[in-house]
T-cell receptor
């Protein structure tokens, strides 16, 4: 079946520009997560959505980062006024609720800020 | 501070050997410890998890061992195959109430030679 998809796969932008990253979770997965992975590093939690509950934004590194999710479907992660330190792979994952430890990850969007 | 880290950044083995990937953690209050595998250019993939009240759990060709006394977690892969080459992350499920997020370590690269 279809897994988690993300677009674009690669994004190159100039410092100061805004970017929007998209995630399509697995159908029926109520939980959705965004992570950031810098080169050679582990995954850094950013934000979590569960159904129609208020999202857990505790991992967002600054107010330049925001995310939205429409119901239990598509999510977008927006980074405003991008900085070079925002360069990383942004990974989206979904799961059948937050109780399970098995999150299904997309291939990621590689963001490069020049 | 609280962290989940790894002893060895790179592990090289021969095909058919058994591999052991280690992880140290500092937070004793986690409910679960989880291993993920990340192949080049892909998102992480769930391998196996272990509840904090267990010492050992076996899967298909993999075994996870948890030593709470020394706060050490290991992943053993039997009869390692070239397809096992990837970066392996340990993760800790952490949180007091409601949403428990995954805290990932920095990863160990496993290289399997034919």
């Amino acid at each position: 079946g279809a897994g988690v998809s993300q677009s674009p796969s690669n994004k190159v932008t100039e410092k100061g520009k805004d970017v929007e990253l998209r995630c399509d979770p697995i159908s029926g997965h109520t939980a959705l997560y965004w992570y950031r992975q810098r080169l050679g590093q582990g995954l850094e939690f950013l934000i979590y959505f569960q159904g129609n509950s208020a999202p857990d934004k505790s991992g967002l590194p600054s107010d330049r980062f925001s995310a939205e999710r429409t119901g239990e479907s598509v999510s977008t992660l927006t980074i405003q006024r991008t900085q070079q330190e925002d360069s990383a792979v942004y990974l989206c994952a979904s799961s059948l609720g937050s109780k399970t430890n098995e999150q299904f990850f997309g291939p990621g969007t590689r963001l490069t800020v020049l | 501070g609280e962290s989940v880290g790894l002893h060895l950044p790179t592990l090289s083995v021969q095909e058919g050997d058994n591999s052991i990937i280690n992880c140290a953690y500092s937070n004793s209050a986690s409910d679960y410890f989880i291993w993920y595998k990340q192949e080049s250019g892909k998102g992480p993939q769930f391998i196996i998890d272990i509840r904090s009240n267990m010492d050992k759990r076996q899967g298909q060709r993999v075994t996870v061992l948890l030593n709470k006394t020394v706060k050490h977690l290991s992943l053993q892969i039997a009869a390692t195959q070239p397809g096992d080459s990837a970066v392996y992350f340990c993760a800790e499920k952490r949180g007091n109430t409601g949403f428990q997020k995954l805290v990932f370590g920095t990863g160990t690269r496993l290289l399997v030679s034919p």
